[in-house]
């Protein structure tokens, strides 16, 4: 198993840009979430979905959308970027009482 | 969820054991503890979690108090690549009907020294 996968690792967008954080995962769980690190915090949930065609808001989801089309894949779309938003995502996904993340996706909004 | 307050950094020698206490004096009946870890720059890694009774995996131990107020993380022999940050993080199990979220504070950053 890959576990969770996610693209790119790093990137770089100018203010007013639009982009989507892809995060895959191949062990068929229900549950997958996207967070966000800010340097020297710790994370904050963003979006999660408790399966295909359902999601939800977490704490800071305001300037991110998601959807969840298939248990695998759960992008997370930044609408407008703003400086705001740097920061360091990481997507997970839950079997039971663990959480598996992925390697994070680090983005710079200049 | 119940909130925890855990020290902000430690240190440990490479070969002892490392002992990572957690408070968590509001923790209801029904919520577990959860710990993980997040090596420089990693994703967060699953360590243990326990909800009354001591647990032990390949990795660590979890002592949980009579009273459940309080938890310590056990690293029998903790080595160089053990320095992380160690969140401690209580909330009601992920059962059915749970959203499964986690929220995170600060953890505890532990250094292992040679």
């Known amino acids: 198993n890959a576990g969770v996968t996610q693209t790119p690792k790093f990137q770089v967008l100018k203010t007013g840009q639009s982009m989507t954080l892809q995060c895959a995962q191949d062990?068929?769980?229900?549950?997958m979430s996207w967070y966000r690190q800010d340097p020297g915090m710790g994370l904050r949930l963003i979006h999660y979905?408790?399966?295909?065609?359902?999601?939800d808001q977490g704490e800071v989801p305001n300037g991110y959308n998601v959807s969840r089309s298939t248990t695998e894949d759960f992008p997370l779309r930044l609408l407008s970027a703003a400086p705001s938003q740097t920061s360091v995502y990481f997507c997970?996904?839950?079997?039971?009482?663990?959480?598996?993340f992925g390697p994070g996706t680090r983005l710079l909004v200049l | 969820d119940a909130k925890t307050t855990q020290p902000p950094s430690m240190d440990c020698a490479e070969g002892r054991a490392a002992n990572l206490p957690c408070n968590h004096s509001?923790?209801?009946?029904?919520?577990?503890v959860y710990w993980y870890r997040q090596i420089h720059s990693q994703g967060p890694q699953y360590i243990i979690h326990?909800?009354?009774n001591n647990e032990t995996n390949e990795m660590a131990s979890l002592i949980i108090t009579e009273d459940r107020k309080s938890s310590t993380l056990i690293l029998p022999h903790a080595t160089l690549r053990d320095t992380a940050v160690y969140y401690c993080?209580?909330?009601?199990?992920?059962?059915?009907?749970?959203?499964?979220?986690?929220?995170f504070g600060q953890g505890t950053t532990l250094q292992v020294k040679p």
């Open positions: 997970a996904s839950r079997h039971l009482e663990t959480q598996y």
């Open positions: 062990m068929n769980h229900e549950y």
């Open positions: 509001t923790i209801s009946g029904n919520e577990y």
């Open positions: 993080i209580v909330r009601v199990g992920h059962g059915s009907g749970n959203t499964g979220k986690l929220i």
């Open positions: 326990g909800l009354k």
């Open positions: 979905s408790v399966g295909a065609g359902i999601t």
